[in-house]
């Protein structure tokens, strides 16, 4: 359903290929009336590191994406991030959004928070998306962000019933703080559950080196030495290069856990799901509809919108008919969202 012309227009510019657009003051961007009427072209989505195709972050908004225009019957373009780019290329992608009149525009991850800051202030009458990031305090920028701590408490509780090693993994792609909030939750549900069990912890890169997130033979050779190790049951938070993480799990028939999309329902994957126990899931796709939503509907959100265990906006999935049939698991997993969202359990944020 994407804008094929839009997305020609965009081609050089908006796929950081070039650097040569120059910015402007001028709000072509506005898509309001004084009757609240959408005359915007749709939404237009930047993809983070690794983009579509990642089975994890980056198809969780693509989701979100193609239900708001399916729903809304509006267009859209989704373009993607190139290696090695710099802030100046995602900032020439979101002006270029802008102009051609796409609302809202969002950007997919934390990468994009200065570009989000500065084009949004040259668009005023554009609403803008920030996923994971909370720092752009203008007033038409809504900071779509998570709970994964509490996500991830939950898949340190279902690690904790599954292992039979008493040692499970957690991968790290990035070791940045918005990864530390997975970490923190995994070590704190497995250890609340078994104070006995070890938890190794590993990071793929340090920034500002990001491929962490985007290559999958870094997922696979960590995975490889933490099950060398004695894990039997892994966790990764890592993007595009977590599949390399579940491949090396289940080549050795052990447990694998999935991170923002539900991974055990992805075909890329399919050949490894009988390992694929359960995925934090992050409701990103469903954070890209509630904002186009609100722009439709002529009430934009901005500010801080949070996306907790008791919203919906992060959980743990059961596709997998082995976690069902895990009576335990399953009983400690519900007992422990119960008591998150009653308040009785707080979640660390850092480890």
């Given at each position: 359903?994407?804008?094929?012309?839009?997305?020609?227009?965009?081609?050089?510019?908006?796929?950081?290929?070039?650097?040569?657009?120059?910015?402007?003051?001028?709000?072509?961007?506005?898509?309001?009336?004084?009757?609240?009427?959408?005359?915007?072209?749709?939404?237009?989505?930047?993809?983070?590191?690794?983009?579509?195709?990642?089975?994890?972050?980056?198809?969780?908004?693509?989701?979100?994406?193609?239900?708001?225009?399916?729903?809304?019957?509006?267009?859209?373009?989704?373009?993607?991030?190139?290696?090695?780019?710099?802030?100046?290329?995602?900032?020439?992608?979101?002006?270029?959004?802008?102009?051609?009149?796409?609302?809202?525009?969002?950007?997919?991850?934390?990468?994009?928070?200065?570009?989000?800051?500065?084009?949004?202030?040259?668009?005023?009458?554009?609403?803008?998306?920030?996923?994971?990031?909370?720092?752009?305090?203008?007033?038409?920028?809504?900071?779509?962000?998570?709970?994964?701590?509490?996500?991830?408490?939950?898949?340190?509780?279902?690690?904790?019933?599954?292992?039979?090693?008493?040692?499970?993994?957690?991968?790290?792609?990035?070791?940045?703080?918005?990864?530390?909030?997975?970490?923190?939750?995994?070590?704190?549900?497995?250890?609340?559950?078994?104070?006995?069990?070890?938890?190794?912890?590993?990071?793929?890169?340090?920034?500002?080196?990001?491929?962490?997130?985007?290559?999958?033979?870094?997922?696979?050779?960590?995975?490889?030495?933490?099950?060398?190790?004695?894990?039997?049951?892994?966790?990764?938070?890592?993007?595009?290069?977590?599949?390399?993480?579940?491949?090396?799990?289940?080549?050795?028939?052990?447990?694998?856990?999935?991170?923002?999309?539900?991974?055990?329902?992805?075909?890329?994957?399919?050949?490894?799901?009988?390992?694929?126990?359960?995925?934090?899931?992050?409701?990103?796709?469903?954070?890209?509809y509630a904002l186009t939503k609100s722009v439709i509907e002529g009430k934009p959100l901005t500010g801080e919108q949070r996306f907790d265990l008791k919203a919906g906006g992060v959980g743990l999935s059961d596709s997998n008919p082995a976690y069902k049939g895990m009576a335990d698991l399953v009983a400690a997993v519900d007992k422990a969202r119960k008591g998150i969202e009653d308040g009785t359990i707080t979640v660390k944020t850092t480890p």
């Amino acid at each position: 359903m994407a804008v094929a012309v839009s997305a020609l227009a965009l081609a050089a510019s908006a796929c950081g290929k070039t650097s040569t657009e120059a910015n402007t003051d001028d709000d072509k961007g506005s898509d309001k009336s004084s009757s609240g009427t959408y005359k915007g072209k749709g939404i237009g989505l930047a993809y983070d590191i690794g983009g579509q195709g990642d089975q994890s972050f980056n198809d969780a908004a693509h989701a979100g994406y193609e239900k708001a225009m399916k729903e809304f019957k509006i267009g859209g373009t989704d373009v993607e991030p190139s290696d090695g780019e710099s802030d100046a290329d995602k900032v020439q992608r979101l002006t270029a959004l802008a102009k051609q009149g796409y609302n809202p525009v969002i950007g997919v991850g934390f990468v994009y928070a200065k570009a989000v800051g500065e084009v949004s202030k040259k668009f005023p009458n554009t609403t803008f998306g920030m996923i994971d990031d909370n720092t752009i305090k203008e007033p038409n920028v809504a900071s779509l962000v998570f709970s994964e701590e509490q996500g991830s408490y939950l898949a340190g509780v279902a690690a904790a019933k599954a292992t039979k090693t008493k040692t499970v993994g957690f991968i790290g792609g990035v070791e940045i703080p918005l990864i530390k909030k997975f970490e923190a939750g995994f070590i704190q549900g497995v250890q609340d559950t078994d104070k006995s069990i070890k938890v190794k912890s590993q990071y793929l890169t340090q920034p500002p080196n990001f491929d962490g997130f985007s290559k999958p033979d870094l997922g696979r050779e960590a995975a490889k030495g933490q099950l060398d190790e004695g894990a039997d049951v892994i966790y990764h938070a890592a993007g595009l290069a977590g599949q390399g993480s579940i491949e090396a799990v289940a080549a050795e028939k052990k447990w694998a856990i999935g991170v923002d999309s539900d991974q055990y329902l992805q075909e890329p994957l399919a050949k490894h799901k009988a390992y694929i126990l359960t995925s934090m899931t992050k409701d990103v796709g469903g954070a890209v509809y509630a904002l186009t939503k609100s722009v439709i509907e002529g009430k934009p959100l901005t500010g801080e919108q949070r996306f907790d265990l008791k919203a919906g906006g992060v959980g743990l999935s059961d596709s997998n008919p082995a976690y069902k049939g895990m009576a335990d698991l399953v009983a400690a997993v519900d007992k422990a969202r119960k008591g998150i969202e009653d308040g009785t359990i707080t979640v660390k944020t850092t480890p």
